[in-house]
């Protein structure tokens, strides 16, 4: 997985149809999604429960390119080995999951995975300060996790300025998950984002056995950031 800036658009599988989780990834694949984004929520951290790893292996090879794995999980780092096993690809974790996000990043590349870190809307850019030798992502959580379909936090744009100057010209992705749709994704790309997850905006209108909206919905956020 080379390192660019250019905009990729991750969608959210979470408000994919859970029943057909492989057909639904090819299916956004094959509609220009340029990463896969897979929320796992433990009913702990957040309050709402998803899947495991195991899902996540079962999924990943009906995935070609990027598995981007949302950890919203308390504690994280009995898990990381599974999830990198799975396939993960970038594996993110919440600063607020745990005393030693420091430990826990370095675990993850020592899975042989990137290392994402996720912010809260309530956590200042500066908690990812002294970890930026540490990560290749930084995702700004522009919802409070835990659901797809909410209302996109705008004070996180100031967040997304004030780490886009702090990164300058590292290696590291950011990455803004929560609310993302053709009104708002311009906001945070003009901010300094280049990932952006879209769960609901992405798969409204469509399904596996009509996949061409989300190739329509895709293709209004890209429109929406370049114009
Ligand atoms: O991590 C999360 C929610 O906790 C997200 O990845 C959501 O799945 C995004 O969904 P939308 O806000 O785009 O509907
Ligand atoms: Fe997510």
Redesign the pocket.
């Known amino acids: 997985m080379s390192f660019d800036r250019s905009l990729k658009i991750a969608p ?1 599988i ?2 994919a149809d859970f029943a057909n989780f492989g057909m639904e990834c090819a299916a956004i694949e094959a509609q220009g999604a340029d990463w896969v ?1 897979v ?1 796992v ?1 433990d009913g702990h951290f ?1 309050p709402n429960i998803t899947f495991g790893p195991a899902t996540c292996a079962a999924i990943r090879p009906h995935i070609k390119g990027v598995m981007d794995v ?1 950890l ?1 999980i308390a504690p994280v780092d009995p898990y990381i080995d599974a999830f990198a096993q799975a396939g993960a690809d970038v594996i993110t974790a919440h600063v607020e999951a745990g005393p030693h996000i420091h430990r826990t990043l370095q675990a993850i590349r020592g899975a042989g995975a990137k290392a994402g870190v996720a912010l809260n809307p309530g956590t200042p850019a500066s908690a990812v300060e002294y970890l930026l030798d540490m990560v290749d992502l930084v995702c700004v ?1 522009t ?8 209302k996109f936090i705008h004070s996180q744009v100031e967040k997304v300025r004030q780490l886009r100057a702090m990164i300058g010209d590292r290696p590291i992705h950011i990455e803004i ?5 053709p009104t708002t994704a311009p906001l945070v790309a003009a901010a300094g984002a280049d990932v952006l ?6 798969f409204r209108g469509g399904s596996v056995t009509n996949p061409a909206p989300y190739g329509e919905n895709i293709r209004a956020i890209r429109n929406a950031c370049a114009g």
């Open positions: 959210s979470l408000s984004h929320d929520m957040v949302h919203m959580m919802v409070n996790p835990g659901f797809g379909g909410q998950d929560g609310g993302v749709d997850v879209a769960g609901s905006a992405v």
